[in-house]
């Protein structure tokens, strides 16, 4: 009848170092595109840039910047800055714990509520990372949490395992599982969501 569905996942992810390891560049990138005919089921849109400079061996200053649109939570447009600190807790061959805090301002627009808001929120985190290097096996978990400085009950969370498993030298097989919340969208309920994909990673 000439209806159809298609759906487009797109994920990219790039990693440089300087050759003191004094500056690290990281640049992430996600598309997810699900629609119909006549209807998005889903359009979510994320870029995200941060860099990492070595204050000292286990002290780390970083700042990013991230835009996204997700039209599951009616947001044209969310721009993120942010600056903040990270700790090394943990940093041995096999085990590896940072946590941080960082400031975000953040910019929000929503056709839908016509609404603009800005906001002042913390982002917190926790990440370890856990490798077997002789079978090739790597395992990662990050938690955020970023509420507002003003009001601890308007926050989001997002959760991010990640478990990779060495096929060769360059390739492997990733398998991701991530979940979200919104506790306060714009339409001020709160949304959630869970994502789960499988793919290869490159490593050149």
Do not use: W
Request: net charge neutral.
């Amino acid at each position: 009848n000439g209806d159809y569905i298609y759906r487009i996942i797109d994920n990219m992810a790039l990693h440089v170092k300087t050759r003191n390891y004094r500056h690290n560049f990281f640049f992430v990138g996600n598309y997810n595109l699900f629609k119909s005919k006549d209807r998005e089921f889903s359009n979510i849109l994320m870029f995200h840039f941060r860099h990492i400079y070595k204050l000292m061996d286990r002290l780390r200053v970083e700042s990013l910047y991230q835009i996204q649109e997700d039209q599951l939570l009616n947001i044209n447009e969310r721009s993120l800055a942010g600056l903040g600190l990270r700790l090394r807790l943990i940093n041995n061959e096999h085990l590896h714990l940072n946590v941080g805090s960082t400031y975000l301002y953040e910019r929000e627009k929503s056709d839908e509520f016509e609404r603009v808001d800005y906001f002042h929120r913390n982002s917190s985190y926790c990440a370890l990372s856990f490798e077997l290097p002789d079978r090739g096996v790597t395992i990662s978990n990050t938690l955020y949490f970023q509420p507002l400085f003003k009001d601890f009950s308007d926050y989001r969370l997002l959760e991010e395992f990640k478990l990779s498993v060495a096929i060769s030298k360059a390739i492997s097989l990733n398998s991701l599982f991530v979940y979200y919340i919104d506790q306060v969208t714009p339409s001020g309920e709160s949304q959630s969501r869970i994502n789960s994909m499988m793919g290869f990673g490159i490593q050149f």
